[in-house]
């Protein structure tokens, strides 16, 4: 991360200096807050699809793009083997603060452990940028998963982004895949480099799931086009 404004804001809010949220916005949206005590939620503050996700975890644990750490917390205070990786050093920083006892700065595709269970929430497939990049992250995931283990990730189908109050779609078909975004961060004043973050659809997801040999199934759907998957070998 260029500036790390994001881990800038999470190290703010875990030393006591919270007087602002994140500003973030997207190519086809306007600005929007993300509240930063959102992102240090217990479990009952959690969207239900988190919950869940949560609640199937087990064995050795891998928490990708953890940020807080909120997620891992609540696993390893339930006694399991938890490790958070984060490209964010402010975010790790910060996951080692609250507890977690195992928490790196890494980028998903350099670590090498393998894993039981592998989550990647909040919109985990924003982390692969672009639907081009799919194929390879998943290839990676599976190559660190054990026998018999499981990817949770939940993402959203963004199209009613694109719907016009007429029950219209306005989005250019012969564009890129709909569900890939620039997506723009600013924290005090400061903007973050532009970042490309990507939405996936459950069917887009299983197609790619099925190229690299992974079987994909729908745990469940959210209240807003939103849904967990549990990946397997
Ligand atoms: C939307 S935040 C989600 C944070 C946390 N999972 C939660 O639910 O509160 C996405 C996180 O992924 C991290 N990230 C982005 N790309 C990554 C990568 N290639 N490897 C590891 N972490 C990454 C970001 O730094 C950020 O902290």
């Known amino acids: 991360m260029e500036k790390d404004l994001f881990g800038k804001a999470l190290l703010d809010y875990q030393n006591g200096n919270y007087t602002e949220d994140i500003i973030t916005a997207t190519n086809i949206s306007d600005e929007d807050k993300l509240p930063i005590p959102?992102?240090?939620?217990?479990?009952?503050?959690?969207?239900?699809?988190?919950?869940?996700?949560?609640?199937?975890?087990?064995?050795?644990?891998?928490?990708?793009?953890?940020g807080a750490g909120s997620h891992s917390l609540y696993l390893q205070e339930k006694g399991?083997?938890?490790?958070?990786?984060?490209?964010?050093?402010?975010?790790?920083?910060?996951?080692?603060?609250?507890?977690?006892?195992?928490?790196?700065?890494?980028?998903?595709?350099?670590?090498t452990d393998s894993f039981d269970t592998i989550l990647l929430l909040m919109n985990g497939t924003g982390i692969f940028q672009e639907l081009q990049q799919v194929a390879s992250y998943l290839k990676h995931l599976k190559s660190i998963l054990n026998t018999g283990g499981q990817i949770l990730i939940d993402s959203?189908?963004?199209?009613?982004?694109?719907?016009?109050?007429?029950?219209?779609?306005?989005?250019?078909?012969?564009?890129?895949?709909?569900?890939?975004?620039?997506?723009?961060?600013?924290?005090?004043?400061?903007?973050?480099?532009?970042?490309?973050?990507?939405?996936l659809d459950f069917n887009t997801l299983l197609t790619a799931c099925?190229?690299?040999?992974?079987?994909?199934?729908?745990?469940?759907?959210?209240?807003h086009f939103d849904y967990l998957a549990k990946l397997t070998l």
């Open 156 to 199: 959203s189908d963004i199209k009613y982004m694109y719907e016009d109050e007429d029950g219209g779609f306005w989005m250019d078909t012969t564009a890129n895949y709909y569900g890939e975004l620039d997506y723009f961060l600013s924290y005090k004043g400061e903007n973050e480099k532009p970042m490309k973050w990507l939405y």
């Open 80 to 111: 399991f083997e938890v490790k958070a990786i984060d490209i964010s050093e402010g975010a790790i920083e910060v996951c080692k603060k609250r507890g977690v006892k195992n928490a790196e700065v890494k980028d998903i595709l350099n670590e």
């Open 210 to 223: 099925t190229s690299v040999g992974l079987q994909c199934k729908l745990l469940q759907e959210g209240e």
């Open 38 to 66: 959102y992102l240090f939620r217990g479990f009952t503050e959690m969207p239900k699809l988190e919950q869940k996700a949560l609640q199937v975890s087990s064995g050795k644990i891998l928490d990708v793009g953890a």
